[in-house]
């Protein structure tokens, strides 16, 4: 069985400019889970999406933003990048909320 | 805001010792995973636990609920450098969201 996978696996953006990650759940899951990861922090929840709809989201500014697509998977937009969003993104997937099977991440760098 | 916390928040022991980590809450959550997280890979999840007082155990991992349901430990037995990791625990607070914890950074030396 195919994990959660996650792409790009590194991303090099400038100040202002947006950045989009992209996860696939594994298959059956229909939950989708954003998180952010900025060195030496815990994980900080960022978004959650269930059948194409946003359910709940953390407290993150609204250039935070995302979707989920007929297929369950998911993309994260990052507009007028920040240098305090650089993080190691993280996308879990789960059936019914139970257990987060997560992605190996994208470590997005803002220069 | 839910927020847990963990202690130690760095732990360098050596291989063959026993150690335990903790996780810690000041409000009541529903259920309660522990999960580690290597270098460079997203947190795997280890156990799950959602009954106060419950006890599991995971080849040399003890994992403990709390009876109050606001805190919970994981037991290391002889440690080995497989082990090193960071060590996160995270909660279902009711709020269709799983909160993480600070986390433990483990090293074990061989």
């Known amino acids: 069985e195919a994990g959660v996978t996650q792409s790009p696996t590194h991303l090099i953006k400038t100040r202002g400019q947006q950045a989009t990650l992209r996860c696939s759940p594994i298959s059956g899951h229909t939950s989708v889970y954003w998180y952010q990861q900025a060195l030496g922090l815990g994980l900080q929840f960022l978004l959650w999406y269930d059948e194409g709809e946003e359910r709940n989201r953390g407290n993150f500014p609204p250039r935070f933003s995302g979707r989920q697509f007929p297929n369950y998977s998911s993309e994260l937009n990052v507009n007028a990048l920040e240098l305090e969003d650089s993080a190691l993104y993280l996308c879990a997937s789960s059936q019914q909320g139970v257990g987060y099977t997560f992605g190996s991440g994208t470590r997005l760098t803002v220069v | 805001t839910q927020l847990l916390e963990q202690s130690p928040q760095f732990l360098s022991i050596q291989e063959g010792e026993n150690l335990t980590v903790y996780c810690n809450s000041s409000?009541?959550?529903?259920?309660l995973q522990w999960y580690r997280q290597e270098p460079g890979e997203g947190p795997v999840l280890l156990v799950t636990v959602v009954t106060g007082g419950e006890v599991k155990k995971l080849k040399r991992l003890t994992f403990q609920f709390g009876d109050a349901r606001k805190d919970s430990s994981l037991h290391i037995t002889a440690a080995q450098p497989g082990d090193t990791g960071l060590y996160l625990c995270a909660a279902d607070f009711g709020n269709e969201k799983l909160t993480f914890g600070t986390g433990t950074r483990l090293t074990i030396i061989p």
């Open positions: 409000s009541v959550f529903s259920s």
